[in-house]
């Protein structure tokens, strides 16, 4: 269903917020070093599914019946510089529409710029509010460009970094060059980031966090602590640490084969949380389990993940990941997916003279854990995902999308899925998504 009416006016609204950010970033930009930066984005993404078939429908499930759904986000990305390596962000946000049919039904949902919210109206967030303090550990460096919460300027090859504030966990951890990012790359959550990884987050994708990187050429460490919602994938945070928090520990290795970049992320993460049991929500009521009556405070989910990039050649580019997390406990932030793996090729226009083009094409297989698998069949329901029943069976989604940049900022993009099993079930689907997408970033 397209957004009613407001939605003129937001997107005009919107423009105007870009026509301005435009002539300031240019201004920015003219600069070697930077004192104050602004940038912005805009993002329209139009999913479309014809009906398929299913032999039942839970109320947390993919709807059968043919279905169109926009999301809209704009985003003001602005920076200043404090003192000597130290900095500070802010990106007031606003988002409206949702994903197909609210974002239920399928583990690895088809438009990462969609969570799962009930009111497609536009509503107001401010996503990220941070300071960053980089400590020099070499005299060495190189300059880096201005960008999206990036003042440019001289950045050593070996420092420290402090960040705290409200911030998308996600921004610092489990990064790939040819997979990241669903306002240009992919678009389903599972190949955006590791599916496994129940990533701290607000409904939104944000929470307050302290996060310390050792970074050098070769090799980076880093460190994050997180605030947990209050309960799964809620806005309101929960303050209290001592209880409920969030832990993340990534290792990457940076290296060169035959003169190609390439990189190797190992990641892991605890959470910490008011989270229900599976297996003891089923003893309690088998006919009805229901995770909220059997949340209990000191309960955990941990998981590990693998991501590795390799460029090519200088067009082509490969990603792979691979995650787990135990599966005992409910899911509290990201999505329902216990365990995944997915691959894929990306490819730029410089073969056919379109520089800032893009193809890229992936595929992500996902399952659940044996607890969470008797869960919903026995009729639970997760944030995410119930079906009121399942005949449980891998969940795989194949995507290939081409990215066109129409003219300076301005990019097009067409987008297929093809998803089997949806919600990890072999009696409804197959399904297919086109999308369209367009993005406008300064």
């Not at 957004?3 to 003129?8: G, M, P």
């Not at 001289?154 to 504030?165: A, C, K, R, V």
């Not at 990201?334 to 490819?347: C, K, M, N, P, R």
């Amino acid at each position: 269903m397209f957004i009613k009416k407001y939605t003129a006016k937001y997107i005009c609204a919107s423009v105007s917020i870009l026509i301005v950010s435009i002539t300031k970033a240019q201004q920015a930009d003219s600069l070697m070093k930077e004192k104050f930066s602004v940038h912005a984005q805009a993002t329209v993404i139009t999913q479309y599914k014809p009906a398929f078939n299913a032999k039942y429908t839970g109320e947390n499930s993919l709807v059968p019946t043919e279905e169109t759904r926009r999301s809209i986000t704009t985003t003001l990305f602005l920076g200043a510089k404090l003192w000597k390596g130290a900095s500070v962000f802010i990106n007031p946000e606003i988002a409206a529409g949702s994903g197909l049919s609210g974002s239920f039904g399928v583990g690895a949902s088809t438009n990462g710029e969609t969570y799962r919210v009930d009111n497609p109206a536009p509503s107001f967030e401010l996503a990220r509010l941070f300071i960053r303090q980089i400590i020099p550990l070499s005299n060495k460096g190189s300059f880096q460009d201005g960008d999206i919460n990036k003042l440019a300027g001289n950045m050593p090859n070996n420092y420290l970094s402090f960040t705290i504030g409200k911030i998308c966990v996600a921004d610092i951890f489990d990064a790939n060059k040819y997979s990241h990012d669903p306002r240009t790359q992919f678009m389903s959550w599972a190949l955006m980031s590791n599916g496994a990884w129940d990533f701290p987050a607000n409904t939104r994708g944000y929470t307050p966090s302290a996060v310390i990187e050792w970074v050098t050429p070769e090799n980076e460490l880093r460190y994050g602590f997180s605030l947990v919602p209050t309960q799964p994938n809620g806005m309101a945070m929960n303050w209290d640490i001592s209880k409920a928090a969030s832990h993340t520990l990534e290792y990457t290795h940076n290296y060169f084969i035959n003169g190609k970049r390439g990189a190797l992320r190992l990641v892991s993460y605890l959470t910490i949380a008011n989270m229900g049991n599976y297996k003891e929500t089923i003893a309690l009521n088998p006919a009805a389990p229901d995770l909220v009556s059997n949340e209990k405070y000191g309960r955990t989910k941990y998981g590990f993940g693998i991501n590795a990039e390799q460029e090519m050649n200088s067009y082509m580019g490969m990603f792979f990941r691979a995650s787990w997390n135990d599966g005992h406990n409910e899911t509290w932030a990201f999505t329902e997916i216990d365990h995944s793996i997915s691959a894929g090729l990306s490819v730029n226009g410089n073969k056919w003279k379109r520089n800032n083009d893009n193809i890229g094409i992936a595929a992500v297989v996902s399952g659940i854990s044996n607890d969470h698998k008797a869960f919903l069949q026995a009729g639970g329901k997760g944030f995410e995902l119930g079906d009121g029943a399942l005949n449980y069976g891998f969940e795989k989604l194949a995507e290939l999308y081409y990215s066109a940049e129409l003219i300076k900022n301005l990019y097009v993009s067409g987008a297929y899925q093809f998803l089997i099993n949806p919600g990890y079930n072999k009696d409804r689907g197959a399904v297919n998504v086109f999308s369209v997408r367009v993005h406008v970033a300064l």
